[in-house]
């Protein structure tokens, strides 16, 4: 490898008029009118293999890559653009003397835009059963070395990657007569480098998950990767952080799915506080099959509840806690209909996500002009990552669900159906709910709903009593849950003294037989899953 220790001279002009374009595109969405703008200008097109075919089948006249290069295609297509004739047209600086002379030369022709998006790699390395040698054939070569050619000689030549730069492209060349300014040419450069970098970092992190280099590409989707590649674009910049002298921005990882994707149908812009509590509140709500609502405030649950219906789930959720309710955010996983609307319009609330609202819902929130509604396409998020000082920690998502069959009874009483369903139910609500998490909960008219939620102590027994606080509901009954085990006996007392007469909690302490032992002398029916849900943040 040649280093340059010195800048390769040449003067800085602003506007470059576009002579010959080069395009080899796999999106063709936008190709024929972005060519026939080029042509309108006298740009001599050049393409390859099914780019050509559509430009030629659109009427506009094209001259074959082989033309330019006086090579043809070869090893099937793997071999076109890689040729002197194509990056000595792209590389070579204009006003250079020894670079004019070797181009003339080689009678090498100027390339002054390129227009390339590449071989959709991701998309066919996801497809089900792919076989490997698809994966690797997926692999573009020629596009981004062409990418990254033209980006680099941004001074001379402009790089389009992205459909979406056509129409500006087009008002430009109208304005300046068929050239391109030099800021241009450099917000092209920088957004092609990016597209590079998230290709090569695409393709190396679904290579470094296939066990075998043969037959059927297996994927290891059950390994932590090897290397952390975040290479997520910029969606907006919000107005502020967590708190005003704090500077945030949002960025998408291009599947369309999730918070970070959703859409926003009415309402003021989303704040960095909305969108961490709209992905809780989803993430909650989301446990459950059937209709459910959770109202979060500061990413906990101040409310959560199933029903037969959206607003009857509402209702319940908001009837656990309507002080704290006031000015949160709220998740449901069903359409919102008019009569929900017509309950959640009675509260003052910052937002609600949904997977969709209908023209009932709409027409009642469009009164509330500042209320965000947020349309939502789940994701199924497998990792979890998190900045430390130095580096990320990288976790599973927490997606593990107990059935009553996981479960095993640690007393000498066994919980009643009843119970049983409301521990299920207590459980999943308390594996949202920062730790020490204590969460007290009911079964009633066929579904769950909380009454009192303990959240983010430093003592499980101050968590049990703080839930058992902040219960407005009746707790006589109840039952509750612990997202981790009770170390002494002192926090299984206080959730019996609340009320509460059967406990779902991991176990796993030293001293669970003491903890028995007090759940027996109280009668209050306690059973074990084995897993433990901590939460801090």
């Known amino acids: ?56 089948d659109a009427g506009l006249a094209v001259r074959d890559i082989s033309d330019l290069t006086g090579f043809p295609e070869m090893l099937d297509g793997r071999v076109k653009t890689l040729h002197p004739k194509v990056h000595g047209g792209i590389l070579h600086v204009r006003g250079n003397a020894e670079h004019e002379a070797s181009v003339g030369e080689h009678a090498i022709e100027p390339i002054d835009m390129v227009v390339v998006n590449l071989y959709a790699f991701e998309k066919t390395s996801q497809k089900p059963g792919v076989a490997f040698a698809e994966v690797i054939e997926n692999i573009d070569i020629g596009g981004p070395s062409m990418v990254r050619s033209a980006a680099k000689n941004f001074s001379d030549v402009a790089i389009v990657t992205s459909v979406a730069d056509y129409a500006a492209l ?173 309950e959640i319009a009675k509260l003052f609330v910052e937002a609600i996500v949904a997977p969709s609202f209908t023209a009932d819902a709409l027409a009642r929130f469009g009164a509330k002009k500042n209320l965000r509604l947020v349309k939502i396409h789940p994701a199924d998020t497998k990792r979890v990552l998190k900045q430390v000082s130095g580096g990320l920690l990288v976790q599973d998502a927490d997606r593990l669900k107990i059935t009553e069959a996981d479960l095993k009874v640690a007393t000498e009483r066994t919980p009643t159906a009843e119970e049983m369903r409301a521990l299920l139910f207590a459980w999943r609500v308390c594996k949202h709910v920062k730790s020490n998490a204590i969460v007290y909960a009911r079964f009633a008219d066929g579904h769950g709903q909380t009454v009192g939620v303990g ?27 612990s997202d981790a085990f009770f170390p002494f006996p002192d926090g299984l007392e206080a959730i019996a003294t609340a009320g509460a007469t059967a406990v779902i909690q991991p176990g796993g302490s030293v001293n669970d037989a003491k903890v028995v032992e007090a759940a027996n002398r109280l009668g209050v029916a306690m059973v074990f899953t084995g897993v433990r849900h901590f939460r801090h943040g």
């Open 170 to 342: 087009t008002e430009e060349l109208a304005t300046n007569k068929g050239a391109l300014t030099r800021a241009t040419r450099w917000r092209l450069a920088k957004a092609a480098f990016a597209v590079t970098a998230a290709y090569d970092a695409g393709i190396a992190s679904a290579l470094e998950s296939i066990e075998a280099p043969e037959g059927k590409a297996v994927f290891k989707t059950d390994e932590l990767p090897q290397t952390v590649r975040v290479i997520d674009p910029l969606a907006q910049t919000l107005r502020y952080g967590e708190n005003p002298h704090q500077k945030a921005a949002l960025y998408v990882d291009g599947s369309g799915k999730g918070v970070a994707a959703a859409e926003q149908l009415q309402g003021k812009e989303l704040s960095y506080n909305n969108l961490v509590d709209l992905d809780a509140c989803w993430e909650l709500a989301s446990e459950f099959d059937e209709p459910a609502v959770a109202i979060i405030k500061h990413t906990n649950p101040c409310g959560a509840s199933t029903g037969a219906t959206v607003v009857e789930a509402y209702q319940r959720a908001l009837e656990a806690d309507p002080v704290s309710a006031f000015g949160g955010v709220i998740g449901v996983n069903r359409e919102v209909d008019g009569a929900a609307a017509e």
């Open 455 to 481: 959240a983010g102590q430093m003592s499980r027994v101050d968590a049990a009593k703080f839930g058992a606080m902040k219960a407005i509901l009746p707790l006589a009954g109840t039952v509750a849950a």
């Open 1 to 56: 490898m040649t280093l340059h220790n010195a800048a390769v001279s040449a003067p800085v002009v602003d506007l470059r008029p576009v002579r010959r374009a080069l395009l080899s595109v796999t999106d063709k969405t936008g190709l024929v009118e972005f060519a026939k703008t080029l042509a309108s200008h006298g740009v001599d097109l050049v393409s390859t293999g099914g780019t050509a075919k559509a430009l030629r």
